[in-house]
């Protein structure tokens, strides 16, 4: 089981940047997937960003692309989400999730096929 603890979460406004960290510990995966979700108030968890196996590989949801970089530091078990040019509905609960399947396909956009969790970070971008 892997632990995962999210931090880097707060209030910005529009045009800001945010950089959110992961960090795991327990049986980690530096050769799986780590993924970011978030859930805005009144919404189903949507994909972020995912980052796979040791070629780390990175895949972003349409919304994001080109504002967001999902990074990982497999020596510190830490992933990070640089969050650039924020928009107000970027605001949400970001989750860090974690799978140890490490090569692409189309599960890695659906929350239910990760299988470890943090408890969460609020990030909230104001007009």
């Known amino acids: 089981q892997v632990q995962l603890v999210e931090s880097g979460g707060g209030l910005v406004q529009a045009g800001g940047s945010l950089r959110l960290s992961c960090a795991a510990s327990g049986r980690t995966f530096s050769s799986g997937t780590m993924g970011w979700f978030r859930q805005g108030p009144g919404k189903e968890r949507e994909f972020v960003a995912a980052?796979?196996?040791?070629?780390?590989?990175?895949y972003y949801s349409d919304s994001v692309k080109g504002r967001f970089t999902i990074s990982r530091d497999n020596a510190k078990n830490t992933i990070f989400l640089q969050m650039n040019s924020l928009k107000p509905e970027d605001t949400a609960v970001y989750y860090c999730?974690?799978?140890?399947?490490?090569?692409?396909?189309?599960?890695?956009?659906?929350?239910?096929?990760?299988?470890?969790w943090g408890q969460g970070t609020q990030v909230t971008v104001s007009s």
């Open positions: 999730a974690a799978n140890a399947r490490g090569s692409f396909g189309y599960w890695i956009f659906l929350a239910r096929n990760f299988n470890s």
């Open positions: 980052i796979i196996g040791g070629a780390s590989s990175t």
